[in-house]
């Protein structure tokens, strides 16, 4: 079992407590970090020690989107653990639904502005080109 609490201390989070959160897409265990009751303050999502280079890059990638201003969060920390096995992401928690939720209720023009600016996210994204190949 993954020590949060040890994850939380050692990076000198302001987090009283956490709570699990469902995995969609993703094999990533993921936990809302609290600041206080009902004010989740982090995102904290721990993968297997083997992703570690994988999640490295998509930190240094996120942090370089966002100077380029990419409409995406800024990562705060990347870290591992070789005793528990585990590496981790933390990120600002941002309020709201998951897109895969929201989507479906918003009306077809919505959906669509949505979309468009999605593809001129995408298109700043594609700016910034890898010094090498990787597989997601």
Known sequence: MVNIREII???Y???ESYK???ARYSSAKKYKLYAS???P??????YDIWKKDRVKHEFELLNKHYQNKVLCQKA???GYSEKEQICYLI???IKGKSGDAALP????HSQYKIGLQAGRELRKIHLLTPDSTFNW
């Open 9 to 11: 201390t050692s990076n």
């Open 13 to 15: 989070l302001h987090a």
């Open 20 to 22: 699990e959160l469902k």
């Open 37 to 39: 009751e009902n004010n």
């Open 41 to 46: 303050a982090y995102l904290l999502k721990i």
């Open 76 to 78: 705060k920390l990347f």
């Open 91 to 93: 990120l600002p928690y």
């Open 105 to 108: 209720e918003l009306g077809e």
